[in-house]
């Protein structure tokens, strides 16, 4: 899991990131993809920033599971987020266990897995990284940064944190704080791994262990919430698998109960117990109104930020009204903001799906942004 594939971006022990928690993460490393070209001032270049389990490959091929990157739908030649007109950057955040350095990377003090000795990061913690990304790849400013769910999250913290680096933003089924609800949920995933004896304190690597069984079930409660009721109904109602009859025990009788098992197992395979730990609890974290006096349009006062805020009309992870606070912030600073609800029965997940209405959002977006810019298509040529 911990494997790099790829490109990443190694930063020694003389570029130390100064972490939110009063600790220093040195060295680190930062894997990321690139898709497209870049023009020759620097100017198109858009940020993919993943959701809480995503990774860098956003398009093109996984190069581990031969699958389609988790937002092929949207970037690509001729799509929404058009690589050939833009150049399109998407990093693992640090905290993963996908490429970036996280708790299941080797702590060069120790020459063992960090585990939970690795220091405990936020939202801001992860941008400020991708802003030395940027550094070292030579971007000055970004065109666009665009994610949804925990991407949203970072969408926004690059809006307030670095201005002046960014022309249009995106942020997409997401929110300016994460809600108690939402960090309710985390910690019924956290404390599934912790209560799972392989955990070893979060010590497992190091005893060549892992607690598959807490992080499954972590994985399936999470599931739910990223789909609607009507979702689920539509897909499984309370059809049997593999049965024509219940069983009057406890195996999976019902095709959903089947689902999530899978969803559970599968997730095992690709990620690190302890990763869902820290980025989980750096979501929990987030929190611009309150890191701006509890005013949130505080966050973005005197922005030159183009926003487009997008929201799902099933999504009950990130309702449409937390998008709406966002809006009314931005609007009570006279920022540059758009707003789109898309109706849908797809829940949160809508925004990874196929979804017509706003794939065109996104599309508009970019292209009416460019065009604000003075970017054309030829202006990708070399």
């Known amino acids: 899991m911990t494997d790099q594939i790829g490109q990443v971006a190694h930063f020694s022990i003389d570029e130390p990131l100064q972490l939110d928690g009063g600790e220093i993460l040195a060295p680190y490393d930062i894997a990321y993809e690139t898709y497209g070209e870049m023009n020759r001032d620097r100017s198109n270049v858009v940020l993919i920033c993943h959701a809480l389990t995503g990774d860098q490959f956003a398009a093109g091929t996984h190069p581990v599971s031969g699958k389609p990157g988790w937002w092929s739908r949207m970037i690509g030649p001729g799509k929404p987020i058009d690589t050939n007109r833009f150049f399109v950057i998407c990093p693992n955040v640090i905290g993963s266990c996908l490429g970036s350095t ?54 926004l913290q690059w809006a307030s944190l670095y201005p002046e680096r960014v022309f249009s933003a995106a942020p997409i089924a997401t929110a300016a704080r994460h809600s108690s609800q939402n960090i ?9 791994i912790m209560a799972d004896p392989e955990w070893c304190g979060g010590d497992y690597l190091s005893q060549d262990r892992r ?31 593999d049965r024509e009859r219940i069983t009057f025990g406890f195996d999976a009788d019902f095709q959903v109960e089947s689902y999530l098992r899978h969803q559970g197992m599968v997730f095992v395979d690709r990620f690190d117990a302890n990763s869902y730990l820290y980025v989980t609890r750096a979501m929990d974290y987030f929190d611009l109104a309150g890191d701006a006096g509890g005013q949130l349009h505080k966050a973005f006062c005197g922005t030159h930020v183009r926003f487009c805020i997008v929201s799902f009309t099933s999504d009950w992870l990130f309702p449409t009204e937390e998008s709406r606070q966002i809006v009314h912030a931005l609007n009570a600073c006279a920022a540059n903001v758009s707003f789109v609800e898309i109706e849908t029965d797809k829940g949160h997940d809508a925004f990874l799906l196929d979804e017509p209405e706003f794939f065109s959002a996104i599309a508009g977006f970019l292209s009416s942004a460019a065009r604000e810019r003075g970017l054309t298509a030829k202006e990708t040529d070399q």
């Open 102 to 155: 996280g708790p299941a990377s080797i702590d060069p003090g120790t020459g063992k897995p960090y585990g939970t000795a690795f220091p405990v990061i936020t939202i801001k913690d992860m941008v400020n990284a991708q802003a030395r990304l940027l550094d070292r790849l030579g971007i000055g400013d970004l065109f666009s940064v665009i994610g949804g769910s925990m991407g949203g999250m970072l969408v």
């Open 184 to 192: 309710a949920f985390h910690e019924v995933g956290r404390q599934a």
């Open 211 to 241: 607690p598959g069984k807490g992080l499954a079930v972590a994985r399936m409660a999470a599931h739910i919430t990223y789909l609607s009721e009507e979702a689920l109904q539509r897909k499984f109602g309370r059809n049997l698998q």
